[in-house]
């Protein structure tokens, strides 16, 4: 049972067929009753006819030949198939037109005002006794005859119009469908072939498909999957390559930690044990900050839709610099803020966070003993979002390592020692996140690093 109600392609044709036929089918009917309408008014047949009696009039000589040609006409236009076709029957009157007088009136056009006949003959559309009728006139230098013919009842018209033009359309259907579910489930084959082919592939297997598509409008998806795959391996490949590489990070840590516990319990008096103990807390510090660095970093990673809301950047950044202020104060490095009292933005806190906590961590870190870091926030004409630029007065970085600084676990020449080497690539997936951009220039008066983040207004 679900699957006769399963929703099929072949199945949203066949209704899509219908619907069209149905639409024709209205459409069509619509003007045949238009067309109808308006032969009743001007029919050719008709027309003959009344030429015919015409002539027929001009052979008359008594008022007796008069009425008996009235009576065969009356006859004639109200046979049994005629009658169906009307809701009331023909009128008929004959004339004299000498003398003005009525010679003839068949049932029910005694008392009816028709036409007063004319020179010739011509056609008139007026009301008899509230109904619709359309008068002909046929006329002789002696005599008239005046018909009044109602026009076709609605219900027998559209009955007759809409029998007839279903019965074409209901031989036609199996001649168009047949054809459009061969063209269909000939062209839904390749797909059919490329579900298989995929299906069949290991779980490791993320080369290209390598399907001839005939059809050009397949090729689009054929190359979005072979896209999809390069960008699967290449995702996989930097997920081995982080955990490899965090692996390795972690193990000199650790090791440190095993050796000095081991010196630690083996410690022959307080001052090689206190040597222990402050090298193991060392290992301990740098370990739980790599794996912090990690945590942010994978947090960071995640497509997920951006949690956008409207913070105060200038307020936040006071905030930062202040919980980094001992950190600076230890190496005698002076903090400095460039930014208006408010700058309110939308965006993602934690990546905009991240962003300015890993460029100040970074410059304290690795800035002149003594030197100055400063800050400036600015926010672009109207309101399109913020620049931040944190720059230093250290040793800065060559220009020949300034792009490898974003790479995960790059750390340059003296950091191996103190730096993780994920602060700057955090900076720059949470750049990313916000849609912004990151670049590395030289910072104050020329020396340094002076890192520059262009950070759009979240949507």
Not at 131 to 155: C, D, G, K, N, Q
Request: proline residues 4%; contains cysteine.
């Amino acid at each position: 049972m679900r699957s006769l109600l399963e929703p099929t392609l072949v199945r949203r044709v066949v209704i899509a067929l219908l619907c069209a036929f149905s639409v024709a089918w209205i459409m069509l009917m619509l003007v045949q009753y238009i067309e109808t309408r308006r032969s009743e008014i001007d029919d050719a047949g008709v027309s003959d006819f009344i030429a015919a009696t015409a002539d027929a009039l001009s052979s008359v000589r008594e008022r007796n030949e008069l009425r008996i040609l009235a009576i065969a006409t009356f006859k004639q236009s109200n046979t049994p198939w005629m009658r169906n076709r009307r809701s009331s029957p023909v009128l008929v009157q004959a004339w004299d037109r000498e003398h003005h007088r009525l010679v003839y009136a068949s049932d029910g056009a005694e008392d009816v005002t028709m036409p007063e006949p004319a020179a010739g003959s011509g056609t008139l559309l007026q009301s008899v006794r509230g109904e619709a009728h359309v008068v002909h006139v046929a006329t002789s230098p002696h005599w008239a005859l005046v018909m009044a013919v109602p026009r076709f009842e609605e219900r027998w018209l559209l009955k007759e119009l809409g029998g007839t033009l279903i019965k074409y359309m209901a031989i036609a259907f199996p001649f168009v469908l047949l054809p459009v579910w061969l063209a269909v489930k000939q062209g839904l084959r390749p797909l059919q072939h490329l579900s298989d082919r995929i299906a069949a592939r290991s779980p490791d297997d993320l080369s290209a498909l390598e399907v001839d598509l005939k059809y050009a409008e397949l090729r689009p998806l054929l190359s979005a999957l072979d896209g999809l795959m390069v960008q699967l391996r290449n995702k996989i490949g930097r997920e081995h390559a982080f955990v490899q590489d965090a692996a390795h990070e972690l193990r000199t840590p650790l090791a440190v930690i095993s050796a000095q516990a081991h010196v630690l319990a083996k410690a022959a008096d307080d001052a090689a044990r206190t040597a222990a103990e402050h090298r193991m807390d060392h290992a301990i510090a740098r370990a739980s900050h790599l794996v912090q660095q990690l945590l942010v970093l994978a947090h960071i990673d995640v497509l997920r839709p951006l949690s956008a809301s409207e913070v105060d950047v200038a307020q936040l950044a006071r905030t930062e610099m202040a919980l980094l202020a001992p950190a600076a104060a230890d190496r005698d490095i002076e903090l400095s803020l460039e930014a208006p009292d408010s700058l309110k933005l939308r965006l993602e806190l934690q990546a905009f966070q991240s962003v300015l906590h890993n460029l100040l961590d970074n410059a304290i870190r690795y800035g002149r003993q003594g030197g100055q870091v400063v800050v400036e926030l600015t926010q672009l004409a109207g309101g399109g979002g913020v620049v931040l630029w944190v720059a230093d007065d250290g040793p800065g970085i060559p220009p020949a390592n300034r792009e490898l600084v974003f790479d995960r676990f790059y750390r340059g020449a003296g950091h191996d020692a103190t730096g993780s080497g994920l602060g700057l690539a955090i900076v720059k997936e949470a750049a990313v996140r916000l849609g912004g951009t990151v670049r590395l220039a030289h910072g104050l008066e020329g020396t340094g690093c002076g890192f520059t983040v262009f950070i759009p207004v979240a949507e």
